[in-house]
């Protein structure tokens, strides 16, 4: 196993701008999860994937988010027009369903994200 | 809604001696899933010990171990021997296992200093 892996590492970008981060997941897992982790707080989730379906979404993933998971592979996740407030680490995990209900997510490194 | 309480924002213990982290939780489920994840400083998020809360045995690993109490929602966190690598946040997180892969519920998490 490689490991979750995400890109880039770190974005700064101004008010207004579009970003996208992509997530590629340990090759045999067949969900993904993306979740925004503020200084000082525990992750928060905001959406799930099970092979290529968006299965979930959180109330905090606003019009202005978008993810996809383009043949159940690799995933991205958009922002349009960020906000400061968007200033965050997105972090990106997997897993393998194992049909007994929850399984154990794997986490990538993050891209840390620095809206100007 | 899950919600999960980390009530320590920062502890401290001496190198090779046992500290305890302590994690409640509230859930109207029976079926759940509880985590502790460790953190490091810049670095990604792995797993360090995962509870069904079907098991009436507390799960071990190694050094590390958990005191859970279903009937408090009580999920605590006992390191043993602690080395100077067990520093960094650590996160207690909760998953419903209903069957589908919803996204966890993760506390504020605990920053852990070992003292050499």
């Known amino acids: 196993d490689t490991g979750v892996s995400q890109d880039p590492r770190h974005k700064i970008t101004k008010r207004g701008q579009n970003v996208t981060f992509r997530c590629d997941p340990i090759s045999e897992h067949n969900r993904l999860y993306w979740y925004r982790q503020t200084l000082g707080q525990g992750p928060e989730f905001l959406t799930y994937?099970?092979?290529?379906?968006?299965?979930?979404k959180s109330r905090l993933l606003s019009d202005r988010f978008s993810a996809e998971r383009p043949k159940g592979s690799f995933s991205t996740l958009e922002i349009q027009r960020t906000e400061q407030g968007d200033s965050a680490m997105y972090l990106c995990?997997?897993?393998?369903?194992?049909?007994?209900?929850?399984?154990?997510?794997?986490f990538g490194p993050g891209t840390r994200l620095t809206v100007l | 809604a899950q919600t999960v309480t980390q009530s320590q924002p920062e502890m401290s213990v001496q190198e090779a001696e046992t500290v305890t982290l302590s994690c409640t939780y509230d859930?109207?489920?029976?079926?759940?899933?509880l985590f502790w994840y460790k953190q490091p400083p810049s670095r990604q998020m792995i797993l360090v010990i995962r509870q069904e809360a079907y098991k009436q045995q507390n799960a071990t690993e190694n050094r590390f171990s958990v005191n859970f109490q279903k009937a408090a929602k009580s999920f605590s966190l006992k390191i043993s021997d602690s080395q100077l690598g067990d520093a960094a946040m650590y996160f207690c997180?909760?998953?419903?296992?209903?069957?589908?892969?919803?996204?966890?519920?993760f506390g504020k998490g605990t920053h852990l200093i070992i003292q050499p």
């Open positions: 995990a997997s897993s393998r369903a194992s049909g007994s209900g929850t399984d154990t997510q794997y």
């Open positions: 994937f099970q092979n290529e379906a968006q299965l979930e």
């Open positions: 997180a909760y998953a419903y296992s209903g069957g589908g892969a919803d996204g966890l519920t």
């Open positions: 859930t109207s489920e029976s079926d759940y899933y």
